[in-house]
């Protein structure tokens, strides 16, 4: 194409040519048109200098003004181009998402998450899913968890010990105390003399005391393990001592000494001084931690005989005095301390005869059974100075009341172990709060003296605290729970003749009293009431009744799959009267409690070789009548806290048990009940 004939334009300098794009990217810039005939068809970056060196200023500054609007074009045209090419992509391949389950996430989080469950919910997860089964049965931290839950225990982080070592001797242990399979049986020699009654055990440490010296030593929880008596000697009467608590290394002794005081308006009277020894139990020796090792108060009023009963649970003691006379008994008192300073944290009084044994329900809130008036005393401990100490028991529940001219003769209860730390050295130890608190109810008829026994969970305890307490007026004294509000549900009531000792419970199982002595002995008789185990032993009658067999032996993996598919596995006593409404037990309560022998008729199974073995016996949650042959109670009396009797296979002669945490403790004697020999019977 030939340019048209112009006169020569003014020249200016030229362009850089570094500056000039190439010449495909200005053919496709520059609109042919822009400039009219002048803008050649085809240009290459020298042709382009040459032309723009034609042109004049002014046609310069045109040019590339619409130099820079062609490039703003094409870069506009550009980006939407590239939108359009990503919304047809995303139209044509990506489709709405798929919402992400639960058994999506990660094994590593799924783990997490199960961790922070109730043990019973995992349980319930590994038997509704294949890919949760497979996930908690390969975890032995889950396994651990579960089965720490299932048997009542807490995990000691503070141990060493592996978890699957810690899971392996779980196992162990369960299975031990399932079948009072005992992994051995040790005897200590009890070389110095006291009476039988005068023996205690407590968190592992067996004591008994003369009237100014006490020994103890530890149950010992291996067969080649050396038992170490330890002595403490004292100048005065020595009228109470708890040998034991697990974590603060504690050994309490307490002494009385008489002494007569003179008045201007009465005759001389005689009280006692008396001195609460807080001593070391690995040494003997006045205790590290205490500000004050011995804590000195007298008594308020003159005392024939002195009985003090104490009980501990984290910094708080709680100490009640009482006089065992038979006549003008004075006021019984109550004090509570906190151990490590000495402070008099509380202190009131009660008619004598009133209390005897405090019971720990947490570390801040105690229960004191009320022999005069029939009630179980809630009482609060200030927590600190500023705290309104109250006066009075803040809640009361009733217990059956009793016919006229009938009376409560003492209430001894006990509970262990006690709310607060663990004992350090052991991989798990028993959970507090399912602990079953036990009652030795004494009731006066006729001039006779009837024995009965009531069992309830701690956590029963405080549950009905939390669903049946109402708010009074300050000042004003709470008005008594009647116990057909709260006791049927949560209360198992035996008519019986006691042991010995108070010290047959321990977590969620007691030790029954051995019958009378006998040449060849007798099984022993232990009575678990873990709601868990009483499901176990439901479940696996179920699956005999179901396949038609009443002896053999059984498979625990389909007794668990009948135990969880049941919905059986409950950690909330108060949930699980409609799991058991309608059961049929293996041997139905019988009417006259632990006396009658609950074993009679108990079904056997038979091991590998043959010889049969007594199997768990469950009793039912129909509500049962107590047996009540004096007739001590004005209304029949039922309860239905359900719970699984074993039997040893061997038979056993001792004068009386004691349970501890790993051990059975059998008791022997001589002719005048001095305690000769100790049996410990360890199951771990």
Known sequence: MEQQATSPPTRSPPLPQNELPDSLAVENLIDRTALGDRVPFMLRSREMAAFVATLSPEEQEAFEVELAQQQEALWLREKRRERHRVERLSAATIRKPVALTFLDLPPEILRHILFHLPFTSVAICQRVNRHLHVLISQSTDLQYYVHLGISGLVDNPRNDLAVSERLSLLLARERRWDELDFDFHKVVDVTFPF???????????????????????????????????????????????????????????????????????????????????????????????????????????????????????????VLVLQDFGESNRPEDQVLVYDWRTGELKLSFSAPGGSYYYPLFLTTHLFLLPNTATGNLEYWRIPQSPSELTLTQPFFLLSLPRLCSGNAFHSIACLAEPNPGPCNASMPFYTNPENAIAAFYVHIMSAGLRNEFRLFIHRNSLVRCLDQLSVSNSFG??????????????????????????????????????????????????????????VAKALAAEDHLKATGSGEGDWSSTQIEDDYYSEGVLLSDNAEKGSEYKGKVAIQSHEASGLASGPLANVMETYDSSGKPRPRSKVVTQIMDPLNDPEGCFEHIVYSSLPYVVHSSQDKYRYYDCMLGEESIVGVRVDDEENVEELHVLHCG
């Open 195 to 317: 009476k039988s009654a005068e023996a205690t055990l407590s968190a592992g440490v067996f004591g008994g005391l003369a009237p100014e010296k006490c020994r103890y030593m530890r149950i010992p929880s291996a067969a080649t393990e050396e038992v170490k008596w330890r002595e403490v000697r004292t100048e005065q009467t020595i009228v109470s001592v708890v040998p034991g608590f697990h974590e603060p290394d504690l050994h309490v002794l307490i002494t009385a000494q008489p002494r007569t005081v003179y008045t201007d308006t009465a005759k001389p009277s005689t009280i006692r001084d008396v001195r609460v020894h807080l001593n070391q139990l690995s040494t003997g020796e006045p205790h590290p931690d205490v500000l004050r090792a011995i804590i000195s108060f007298e008594t308020r009023n003159e005392f024939e005989t002195l009985v003090a009963t104490m009980r501990c649970a984290g910094d708080n003691m």
């Open 476 to 533: 004003e004294p709470p008005e008594p729970v009647p116990y057909d509000q709260w006791g049927p549900p949560v209360c198992r009531w035996f008519h019986d003749d006691p042991g010995q000792y108070l010290e047959t419970m321990f977590g969620q199982k007691y030790i029954a009293p051995p019958p009378p002595t006998e040449t060849e002995g007798a099984p022993l008789t232990l009575l678990d009431f873990n709601p868990i185990n």
